[in-house]
């Protein structure tokens, strides 16, 4: 672009809430084949907040809630409201330093009912995955499959409850607990799997516009998440990208691979994402676009901002650098 193009384009952007970085990013934008767009908080609110608290009743030799110790409670219920309170507390507990939406609308969740959400050490965050922390003297985990799964703990106990949700659009997580002294590997006194926790988001109200644009100009519209595959497809369907293009349970340092395998046959792409994990994948693709919103990482890893959070914003962005290239030479 000459230098009056790059100055119309970029201020015709500002006004618009769209901040294009650098000289070249104009013709970038214009060339693009492909947008994909990160699922959370970039095409959802990612506003969470709870809807779902369900206790696993613990198999004839599984695992159990509470240890047999100090913090034991014979003759707890193994369902119901007593054993769902418990579920939460746990999992509030853990989440308790977390800055994932997804862990914040947990313990507010917590805190909304009335639960006395008590103190963990040793949190540690699992990108892509979920949290771990002591509570009690056990490890709590609330995350996905592959966190629990990973810790050798069992999780077909809660995969028709994990189901149900996940079909629902539902981002359920799964709460495990170690108790304090368990020995290495599986065994009646390893973890287990004590419950299911869903939070729910909500789809952008432009999101499907946005998508439908995009396909009305001929590019290929895909959705790249860390969450399930049910959840991603329930989202994909209602705002109209096709089931193929859908790629989930992507961990964070994979999703700048999947934009590559997108580029790998000349394919343009335009990343549009918000988190710390899309930051490479940003990076990666011809076009970074970060939302305003986003984290810092992100928006330093992109070559557009979207001021206003509004994935229609991808489609004017588009149009202004075609259009500013196209009457400016
Ligand atoms: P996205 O790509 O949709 O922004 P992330 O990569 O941040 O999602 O997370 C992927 C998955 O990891 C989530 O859907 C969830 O199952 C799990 N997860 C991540 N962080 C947490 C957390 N703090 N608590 C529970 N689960 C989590
Ligand atoms: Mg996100």
Redo the contacts with the bound molecule.
Sequence with gaps: ATPAATMVGTSIGANNGVVFKGGDVLERVRDVDAVVF????TLTEGEMSLTDVVAIERAPDGGRLRDDDGSASGGEPEAGPDAEAEVLRLAAAA?RN?E?P??RAVVAGAEARGIDVPEATDFENVP????RATVEGATVL???RRLLDDAGIDTAPAEEELRRLESEGK?A?LVGRIPRDAPDGAGSDAGAVVGVVADADTVKPTAADAVRDLRERGLDVHLL????ERTARAVADEVGIDPDNVRAEVL?DDKAAVIESIQAEGTAAMMVGD?V?DAPALATASVGTALGSGTDVAIEAADVTLMRDDPTDVVKAIRISAGTLSKIK
């Design positions: 990160d699922k959370t908080g989440e977390s994932h997804l862990g892509g995955q979920g949290v609330v995350g996905n981002t997580m998440t860390g969450d399930n964070p988190g994990n």
